[in-house]
């Protein structure tokens, strides 16, 4: 039975992604809703001071649960499948924002097709149990949004990015390629040549580099393997399951 007063976030536990997750709850537990939170072992101590800190500041607040999820973060993951990553951390300029391209898709497609295939398990679980009214899915992973697919569950997607960071591709004219900064270049936006230019050899390299990862990307490679989820979708990132409600929110 779906529960009309809940709100489950699925999400990473490292800070970058889980701020916004946690700043969200924290406003649905003032407004009475019951929250749950579905990520990795080492979010559950901030998740469980939510609950203090809003009782301190209302007098009648939500009830907020936290879920384990089972097997290494994506941190955790990537140290363990590739090690120090230097790339991560470099200056700027048009040769180092290059250098630090293939990360982008190690940091997005971490785990291995077993730990991938347990996550989604757990997770299709959890949502059929809970039932919640809503479903906050963090951008980065990819296999709570998977699991919401794979039961048509209408979902919100919530990302700490900026509309230039997800939406830039949209933009008419092939924008993304001559009027915004390419990613890790440093670069303030500017009508200059100079900086457009930067982003014409810079932006294309990083598209064919994401496009090389995630072709052999353990997402990808997974739903080629679990074929019994195969269905029809108009989405060209998500063809293995059927079209559902997305929503996108930026923190």
């Known amino acids: 039975m779906n529960d009309s ?3 489950l976030f699925i999400t990473n536990c490292e ?10 709850a924290y406003e649905l537990l003032l407004e009475g809703l019951r929250v749950h939170v579905c990520s990795f072992p ?6 469980l001071r939510l609950q203090s800190l809003a009782n301190k500041s209302h007098p009648r607040v939500g009830r907020i649960t936290f879920h384990g999820i089972t097997g290494p973060s994506m941190v955790e993951s990537l140290d363990v499948k590739y090690g120090p990553i230097p790339e991560l951390i470099h200056g700027p300029g048009v040769g180092n ?23 989604y398990v757990e997770l299709r679980a959890l949502l059929e149990e809970l039932d919640p009214s809503t479903v906050v899915v963090d951008s980065l992973f990819n296999v709570g949004i ?20 997800l939406f830039v591709t949209l933009q008419p004219r092939l924008a993304f390629l001559w009027k915004y900064p390419a990613h890790s270049t440093h670069v303030e936006e500017s009508l200059a040549w100079k900086v457009n230019f930067q982003s014409l050899i810079c932006t294309p390299n990083a598209a064919i580099t994401s496009l090389l990862q995630l072709m052999g990307s353990t997402s990808r490679l ?3 393997q679990e074929s019994h989820f ?22």
């Open 15 to 24: 800070y970058g992604q889980a701020n916004v997750h946690l700043a969200v």
């Open 222 to 224: 997974w739903r080629r």
């Open 5 to 7: 007063r809940s709100v």
């Open 230 to 251: 195969v269905a029809p979708s108009s989405d060209r990132s998500y063809r293995a399951f059927p079209k559902t409600t997305q929503i996108w929110m930026l923190g």
């Open 97 to 119: 924002a290059i250098r630090s391209y293939p990360f982008f898709c190690k940091a997005v497609c971490a785990w291995t097709c077993s730990q991938y295939t347990r996550m």
């Open 146 to 165: 998977d699991a919401c697919r794979g039961l048509k569950r209408e979902h919100v997607v919530l990302s700490p990015n900026t509309v230039k960071d």
């Open 42 to 47: 080492p979010l559950e101590d901030r998740v």
